[in-house]
């Protein structure tokens, strides 16, 4: 089956850096992925929608300056959290799909803990 | 607002007991509805879905759910739980007219007494 590969899948840093999170379909084309994140005994909640070649949407109360999202294949989407802060310690996920009509594939989620 | 709602957020059963959650939507057009759980510190695991047909679907470990389509609901159904069908539980929307975006209702977290 199609899988879908998210690196890191936990990481640490300090409040103030960047941490960038990959996103990778590995067997098929994605032309759109998902972010999402998900608080913990909370649901997930959509970020934004990657299409490649083009800028992301985000999803209203999402800041598109802080969490940059680009997809410049159609198996890499990258998520990073500029200038992070202790309350955006969090797990994100993606998922990726070759369209809109295909199944959507997850990536295993990253373990973000700002210090 | 477009939305898809748990009307539970926390369900606690005896063994054996019966178990509905309900989840709907109010997205229009045409969707796909998923179920999903979460067992504790586990990733998400597909237990079911409706595309088309049959609005009565079954799906993994004796999960089912029904769609019905006038009431924009999907609700799950299990005759009997077992104390291992403990975890949450997220229902899920796909919106066909937009960018095939999933979304996820609240959750409900299921416990299951022995």
């Known amino acids: ?115 | 607002a477009q939305s898809v709602s748990q009307h539970n957020h926390h369900v606690i059963l005896s063994e054996a007991a019966s178990l509905e959650l309900g989840c709907n939507y109010s997205y229009g057009g045409t969707v796909n509805l998923f179920w999903y759980v979460q067992y504790p510190g586990q990733h998400l695991q597909l237990l079911l879905k409706y595309f088309s047909g049959d609005p009565l679907v079954k799906g993994i470990k004796g999960f089912e759910a029904e769609f019905i389509k006038s009431k924009f609901s999907f609700n799950l159904r299990k005759p009997s739980v077992q104390w291992s069908d403990t975890a949450e539980y997220f229902c899920a929307v796909r919106v066909l007219s937009n960018t095939g975006k999933l979304i996820f209702g609240q959750g409900t977290t299921l416990q299951v007494k022995p």
């Not at chain 1, 990959?22 to 929608?49: G, I, N």
């Open chain 1, 1 to 115: 089956g199609a899988v879908v590969s998210q690196h890191p899948s936990w990481v640490i840093c300090k409040s103030g850096t960047s941490v960038k999170i990959e996103c990778r379909s590995l067997d098929f084309q994605a032309t759109t992925m998902f972010w999402y994140r998900q608080f913990p005994k909370q649901s997930l909640m959509l970020m934004a929608t990657s299409n490649e070649g083009s800028k992301a949407t985000y999803e209203q109360g999402v800041e598109k300056d802080k969490f940059l999202i680009n997809h410049a294949s159609l198996t890499l989407s990258t998520l990073t959290v500029t200038s992070a802060h202790p309350e955006d310690s969090s797990f994100y996920i993606c998922s990726a799909t070759r369209d809109r009509g295909s199944p959507l594939h997850f990536g295993n989620g990253t373990r973000l803990t700002v210090t």
